[in-house]
């Protein structure tokens, strides 16, 4: 799982020991908590330790779009993010970059960064990696993909994910005790300033999966963590994507399988957290070659591998 970049070697992602990022940009997609009024501020990092064969953002996550940044960059970008009024600095996908975007943390904490910090990841983290996190971040948004080990190997080529994800997201749990909101100025929306919001995203096809997580959710999370489940699942169907292990599925969540999914909710007494509208088309799925990579609806662009400050 683990490899040594600071000696010189390269993830499974092509990455080094260096922190790459793709863009930047006041998100306002998030869960409300997130979003709050002002927008997250999200910070796409290069590169991913996992792989997934449906990844949205296959163009950073696998395609190496980005470019490299100094701890000095990152701090700049965080408090320009602060200064445009995010309510968060956002930082996505980063488990394999954790020394480097530590640095950053600290740079722009002794720059005067106030605001949270959210680490946005897939989980698949090892304590050690945890344990570097555990000062500077606020608010932990970890994904559940699956608790099968067939699908994590099928899927992401990882069947010792369930098993990391699972114990990292307990220990993100402990490391936050209690979930902490406020309102933030100006809004009646609360932010979360501290605490954790496990994500997962249902596969179509793979509704067993997603029981599975909503009983380990209830099991072990309930009162102490929010759940956000998320059926916007599309396929990428990119021509230059990278083939994966197996094909993704090649459809969304249908009607049928929405209605189960709330069903099982309420079955397993869920009530705070997070659900999406059901998702048709697939006019939201990112272009990381655009200065803003999502709709302006959705994001207001600060920085971009190509040119820096936009
Ligand atoms: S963990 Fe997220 S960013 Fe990484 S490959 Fe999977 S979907 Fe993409």
């Not at 163009?59 to 965080?78: C, L, N, P």
């Not at 272009?287 to 936009?310: A, C």
Request: hydrophobic share 35%; net charge negative.
């Amino acid at each position: 799982m683990t490899v040594d970049r600071a000696g010189g070697l390269r993830g499974r992602c092509g990455e080094t020991e260096e922190l790459r990022l793709a863009s930047a940009s006041l998100h306002r997609g998030e869960e409300p908590p997130i979003t709050g009024s002002g927008g997250s501020g999200t910070i796409f990092v290069t590169g991913c330790n996992l792989g997934c064969v449906f990844c949205q953002n296959y163009q950073i996550s696998r395609q190496g779009m980005g470019r490299v940044v100094t701890s000095e960059e990152f701090a700049a970008i965080a408090l320009r993010l602060q200064e445009k009024g995010a309510e968060n600095i956002n930082i996505v996908t980063g488990s394999h970059a954790v020394p480097a975007i530590v640095r950053g943390i600290d740079a722009a904490r002794s720059d005067g960064l106030r605001i949270p910090v959210l680490w946005n990841s897939s989980a698949y983290e090892s304590p050690a990696m945890l344990d570097l996190l555990k000062t500077r971040v606020d608010v932990y948004l970890p994904d559940l993909k699956t608790l099968d080990s067939g699908l994590a190997r099928r899927y992401f080529n990882a069947p010792d994910y369930p098993r990391h994800a699972a114990a990292a997201i307990l220990n993100m749990i402990e490391f936050q005790g209690e979930l902490c909101r406020e309102s933030s100025a100006g809004s009646s929306n609360s932010v979360l300033k501290k605490g954790v919001i496990i994500r997962h995203l249902a596969l179509p096809g793979h509704l067993e999966s997603t029981r599975e997580v909503i009983r380990w959710f209830a099991a072990h999370c309930r009162g102490k963590a929010l759940l956000s489940l998320m059926t916007q699942y599309t396929p990428v169907g990119v021509k230059n994507a990278p083939p994966g292990p197996e094909n993704a599925p090649g459809r969304q969540v249908n009607q049928g399988e929405y209605g189960q999914i709330l069903a099982w909710l309420e079955e397993f007494d869920i009530e705070d957290g997070f659900y999406q509208e059901l998702v048709t088309g697939d006019e939201w799925l990112p272009d990381f070659e655009k200065q803003n990579p999502f709709s302006s609806e959705l994001s207001v662009p600060l920085w971009h591998w190509t040119g820096g400050f936009v």
